[in-house]
């Protein structure tokens, strides 16, 4: 009898019956993956750079690397960059794109001629694009899908702020009405458009407020300023008392942070400004009280790009919900700063533990990207009880 055993163990060892402790096959260890990212943003742009950091901190939680490559505001050099990529001998294991100006779309399709598996982030297609390509799977099988936030919702939120306060402050003009200036980023990315109209939802619904109006600063602070001074230098010869600032991003509100204080005005006080970003600058002007608010959360889209993709990659597909996966941005005022500003301060990514917010087993695409699943996910930081 033993030595028939040792020859049976013998024989099932050989044929792999008997397999060693260890990984099972049903579950291989999580293959390294290779992620290049062409960001469209400007070298030190902050919103971009918080993008491309909270990616690279995902990645090295979830063994992913992830290669960062600029293309400077630039949209033929980001079509260089991701054209570039897809010609690559090495191929990524994933290529995340974002479709700033639309201009993703040759990059798109190239990569799926190359068999380059993409994923949009932040931008997705629109207008005739979308018509075209129809959603991702569908013409472009190697376009997985999109992570994208509800910057609608944020611009109406951000407006509806404004709105509530100038309501309480009695900050009507002599004509009864409330006063806003729009400042947008620009009037043709997926995401600038978006929050625009949810500006336009706030105040159509609002019929004692008026955006006298629209104007659009490139997302930046200098051309920011220089828009809200023309304002407010019309609207004083208008005899118009402006209520509040409607900015699409936060340099842009701190563009017209710096005009409103040239002007005599006092933020806070006299007028009401928000924004969109959850940057440092921002959060320091709230804690002055010089800022309503800044809307967003959604750099964070860099570490959650990775999270879909490491689940992808190891058998669990988020398109099982849906390929497009929308987050869901919050407001940062003064109640809640504390909440989140020491992680952005410092800009410590690498405090998430982003493994918490893979998917469970049997629940692929079911995701908790909330900004209350983000606080309870930190560590305390130390010193923050006295």
Request: aromatic residues 6%; contains cysteine.
């Amino acid at each position: 009898m033993t030595r028939f055993l040792r020859l049976l163990l013998a024989v099932g060892a050989a044929c792999g019956v008997f397999a060693p402790a260890g990984p099972s096959l049903a579950n291989p260890p999580a293959k390294p993956l290779e992620i290049v990212f062409i960001n469209p943003g400007k070298t030190g742009e902050v919103f971009w750079d918080m993008v491309a950091q909270s990616m690279q901190a995902a990645g090295r939680r979830l063994d992913a690397h992830v290669e960062v490559l600029t293309s400077e505001r630039n949209y033929r050099t980001m079509q260089e960059l991701g054209l570039g990529v897809v010609a690559r001998h090495d191929k990524p294991d994933f290529l995340i794109l974002s479709n700033e100006e639309s201009a993703a779309v040759p990059i798109l399709e190239a990569a799926e001629a190359a068999g380059v598996k993409t994923l949009l982030l932040s931008n997705t297609l629109i207008g005739e694009d979308a018509v075209r390509l129809g959603p991702p799977r569908q013409k472009l099988k190697t376009w997985l899908g999109d992570i994208t936030t509800d910057l609608q919702t944020a611009g109406a939120r951000m407006a509806n702020a404004l709105i509530a306060t100038a309501r309480a402050e009695k900050w009507q003009s002599p004509d009864g009405k409330i006063h806003l200036l729009g400042i947008g980023g620009d009037e043709i990315t997926p995401a600038s458009i978006a929050r625009n109209a949810g500006l336009k939802l706030a105040v159509d619904a609002a019929p004692d407020v008026v955006v006298d109006r629209l104007l659009f600063a490139n997302w930046t602070q200098s051309e920011a300023e220089q828009v809200t001074t023309n304002y407010l230098g019309w609207a004083s010869r208008k005899e118009i008392r402006p209520a509040g600032i409607w900015a699409g991003n936060d340099p842009m509100a701190l563009g017209a942070l710096r005009a409103v204080v040239a002007a005599g005005l006092v933020p806070g006080r006299d007028i009401q400004l928000v924004g969109l970003n959850w940057s440092e600058d921002a959060l320091r002007e709230i804690r002055a009280g010089r800022l309503l608010l800044t809307d967003g959360g959604h750099f964070l889209l860099g570490g959650w790009s990775i999270v879909l993709l490491r689940d992808y990659a190891d058998g669990c597909d988020f398109a099982a919900v849906s390929p497009r996966v929308e987050v869901k941005t919050s407001a940062i005022t003064r109640q809640n700063l504390d909440s989140v500003r020491d992680l952005i301060k410092t800009r410590a990514f690498g405090r998430i533990d982003f493994a918490r917010f893979r998917a469970k087993a049997g629940r692929c695409g079911d995701y908790d990207f909330s900004l209350d699943a983000l606080i309870s996910s930190l560590p305390v930081p130390e010193g923050a009880a006295d």
